[in-house]
T-cell receptor, first 113, second 113 residues
Framework: TQLLEQSPQFLSIQEGENLTVYCNSS?????LQWYRQEPGEGPVLLVT?????EVKKLKRLTFQFGDARKDSSLHITAAQPGDTGLYLC?????????????FGAGTQVVVTP | NAGVMQNPRHLVRRRGQEARLRCSPM?????VYWYRQLPEEGLKFMVY????????ESGMPKERFSAEFPKEGPSILRIQQVVRGDSAAYFC???????????FGSGTRLTVV
């Protein structure tokens, strides 16, 4: 079982639409990251959130960390084909060694023109 | 400033052979992490190393797998007597201080035939 549950597993939308993906857990995390991974490549870090309730914006991407630091969401406004990829959340547990992260299984996003 | 370099990108081994995967971290990064990714699954932590030290190997299988990060040269993940279940993408990541997200390499895709 995954410590971090991501939903949905797969999302297909048209260019210009909005989407939200979720990352949920029953555990508390000291920080949480979002990555995007393209086929044949390693994940690329998008954002790190560390404070409960924190909201960060990166152009058309909005990231939110839950008040209790157990969950997070990623919202994309006016999606573009370049947003296609596997979105992964990763959390650092206070009980783990510094720098070790637990990853969710990912949400595959496909944006068609 | 080159990113995290992994080689080879693709590696094919017969059952029973040894696989050696190399990872050169980003310049200035002294923390190296190895993760394994199986289809439909998220990245699974294997080991966390600093120069000449294994900090956390809680994700490493007890047998056949070993990792090192010598004073000079790349980090090496070594798998002895490979089996088909070892087929996966192996990613290396580095960070400057062990926190707030990684820079990943492009991975080594190991296929055991």
């Amino acid at each position: 079982t995954q410590l971090l549950e991501q939903s949905p597993q797969f999302l297909s939308i048209q260019e210009g639409e909005n989407l939200t993906v979720y990352c949920n857990s029953s555990s508390v995390f000291s920080s949480l990251q979002w990555y995007r991974q393209e086929p044949g490549e390693g994940p690329v870090l998008l954002v790190t959130v560390v404070t409960g309730g924190e909201v960060k914006k990166l152009k058309r991407l909005t990231f939110q960390f839950g008040d209790a630091r157990k969950d997070s969401s990623l919202h994309i406004t006016a999606a573009q084909p370049g947003d296609t990829g596997l979105y992964l959340c990763a959390g650092a547990m206070t009980t783990d060694s510094w720098g070790k992260f637990q990853f969710g299984a990912g949400t595959q996003v496909v944006v068609t023109p | 400033n080159a990113g995290v370099m992994q080689n080879p990108r693709h590696l094919v081994r017969r059952r029973g052979q040894e696989a050696r995967l190399r990872c050169s971290p980003m310049k200035g990064h002294s923390h190296v992490y190895w993760y394994r990714q199986l289809p439909e699954e998220g990245l699974k932590f294997m080991v966390y190393l600093q120069k000449e030290n294994i900090i956390d190997e809680s994700g490493m299988p007890k047998e056949r797998f070993s990792a090192e990060f010598p004073k000079e040269g790349p980090s090496i993940l070594r798998i002895q007597q490979v089996v088909r279940g070892d087929s996966a993408a192996y990613f290396c990541a580095s960070s400057p201080d062990g926190s707030y997200g990684y820079t990943f390499g492009s991975g080594t895709r190991l296929t055991v035939v």
